[in-house]
């Protein structure tokens, strides 16, 4: 994959070298983590990752795309995996990036929460991935669980590199996620199977990294 340049980034040059030292998906991840969570205090926000990186704080999509660009950057593809949930239920969909070492699928996230995270480059196919996440996605009201479908890898580079640096909101990678195919995760008739978390996981469920009352997000 040719990596993504300075000049064909749109970034910032103090923005790219923030990104260009991010070598590994575990440096990635780890900046991600040390990210304020964005709890859109002003409204809803796409933020591109230029602007996401100048407002020092980022939701799940905004750091997928993040993770995307600092992996293009390193000249690995810029790939997204979009996760349903149950919006019936309540439901939260999620977006990871996506890497490879050999012939193995990891993942890069940026949540709130401690179960839906990083994932070890282990996963056979990216279904394997996705049902890794699948016992932890829960209501954390009722506990329960919500994950239904994952889509296939998504190429950002398919887009060019003007999202990069976008200063307008980026909700049309929304409908692009949207429009992918995407495959249930849970056999048809075994929902009735489905065990809710118990008490010891809801009270893990709630723990959060960000809170909103912290004013860096």
């Known amino acids: 994959m040719k990596r993504l340049t300075l000049a064909a980034s749109g970034l910032a040059k103090r923005q790219y070298q923030t990104l260009a030292q991010l070598a590994t998906p575990i440096n990635i991840q780890d900046f991600l983590d040390a990210l304020p969570m964005n709890w859109e205090k002003g409204g809803n926000t796409h933020h591109s990752p230029a602007r996401a990186l100048s407002a020092r704080k980022a939701h799940c999509i905004e750091g997928a795309l993040l993770a995307a660009v600092a992996l293009w950057i390193a000249g690995e593809p810029p790939l997204l995996m979009d996760l349903w949930a149950d919006e019936g239920r309540d439901g939260e969909d999620h977006a990871v990036a996506l890497y490879k070492r050999g012939r193995y699928w990891g993942a890069i996230s940026k949540t709130n929460h401690a179960s839906i995270r990083f994932r070890d480059p282990v996963y056979r196919t990216v279904r394997e991935l996705?049902?890794?996440?699948?016992?932890?996605?829960?209501?954390n009201t009722t506990g329960e669980k919500t994950l239904m479908a994952y889509s296939r890898p998504y190429y950002l580079s398919r887009l060019g590199s003007g999202w990069v640096a976008a200063k307008e909101d980026l909700w049309h990678l929304d409908d692009i996620l949207n429009a992918l195919p995407h495959y249930q995760l849970v056999p048809k008739g075994n929902e009735q199977y489905l065990r809710c978390a118990d008490a010891m996981e809801l009270r893990a469920g709630r723990l959060i990294e960000w809170k909103k009352s912290d004013p860096r997000t």
């Open 130 to 139: 996705a049902l890794s996440y699948f016992h932890e996605w829960f209501l």
